[in-house]
């Protein structure tokens, strides 16, 4: 059974910088075998994905949202996928989450996309505030 951390949240003005880390465990292979997602809420709106990375870590996606200010990156020896956020901004207040696709490779070369069905696992949120 996959099992996925959140770490790296926390408070920060607008144009500041976080990192957030998705450490993964309780699988017996190669994290590879997954495609990572990450996804947010803010309060009252729906869950809204925002990055996702394929298995080999080459085939990306962004929301408009946060195209070019957000970066998706995987180090799969470390069992850790990290989503680097730059010139934050106050909608981007949320809690932040990443999630798994069921494993198998079946994203290995391309990226999962947006649909939350896609997703088997789930880490359990992270609080991301943007205030001055």
């Known amino acids: 059974q996959l099992h996925l951390v959140e770490s790296g949240g926390g408070s920060v003005q607008p144009g500041g910088s976080l990192r957030l880390s998705c450490t993964a465990s309780g699988f017996g292979y190669n994290l590879d075998y997954y495609a990572i997602g990450w996804f947010r809420q803010a309060p009252g709106k729906e869950r809204e994905g925002i990055s996702c990375v394929s298995g080999d870590g080459v085939s990306t996606d962004y929301a408009d949202s946060v195209k070019g200010r957000f970066t998706i990156s995987r180090d799969d020896g470390q069992n850790t996928v990290y989503l680097q956020m730059d010139n934050l901004k106050p909608e981007d207040t949320a809690v932040y989450y990443c999630?798994?696709?069921?494993?198998?490779?079946?994203?290995?070369?391309?990226?999962?996309?947006?649909?939350?069905?896609?997703?088997?696992?789930w880490g359990q949120g992270i609080q991301v505030t943007v205030s001055s």
């Open positions: 999630a798994a696709d069921g494993g198998a490779r079946y994203y290995y070369k391309r990226s999962p996309g947006f649909d939350l069905w896609e997703y088997n696992y």
